[in-house]
Structures are given as C-alpha cells and as structure tokens.
C-alpha cells in the first residue's frame, strides 16, 4: 500500500459519501473506520471528507487539479475492492498532471 503515502501528490480532496444504516452502504463505512488513521496519517495535509446521509447511495469522489472530480460508485463492492477503487482514483490523478 505504498501508493497510500503518494496519494496527496495527485489527489487533493477525497470524500466518501454513505448512508449511515443501510447495509448497501455496510462495506463503505468499514472502510472508512478501518482506513481513515492510516490514510490521514500518511497525508495530514489532504481533506478526507466523510459525508453522510440517509438513504444515499454509497459513493467514493476524487478531487484533483483544475476542479476535476471523478466518482466511483460503491454499491455492491468489498471492502478490498474499495481499497482498489481508490488506488485506482489516485493513480488518476497523477495522469492528470500537466506534462
């Protein structure tokens, strides 16, 4: 998980909106309770937001230069594949950087 450290180079926000009782929205709030020290550890300076809502469907956006942003969908994944959903998201970010 060494891209985890590397996240704030390419992302600059990160928020996972969920609901707080649906058990669609289950995986995502494991996720944040289990990832959030250590991402806010190894990248003090970038804003993890958590939102929640009832009844909203489980969502994971990026923010990245320029006002780019880029949502994933959660509904229905794992927590490994949120944990791959959001590597991929920061990989993103460093493919938006200019050249």
Do not use: H
Not at 33 to 60: F, H, M, T, W
């Amino acid at each position: 998980m060494a891209w985890r450290a590397n996240l704030s180079r390419g992302v600059k926000e990160i928020r996972f909106l969920f609901c707080q009782s649906s058990p669609a929205s289950a995986p995502a709030r494991e996720f944040v309770k289990k990832n959030y020290g250590d991402i806010k550890a190894r990248n003090p300076s970038l804003p993890v937001l958590i939102r929640e809502c009832s009844g909203v469907e489980p969502q994971l956006w990026a923010r990245y230069d320029m006002g780019v942003e880029r949502c994933v969908r959660l509904d229905g994944l794992t927590e490994a594949q949120i944990d791959s959903k959001l590597e991929e998201l920061a990989k993103a970010g460093g493919s938006l950087k200019p050249k």
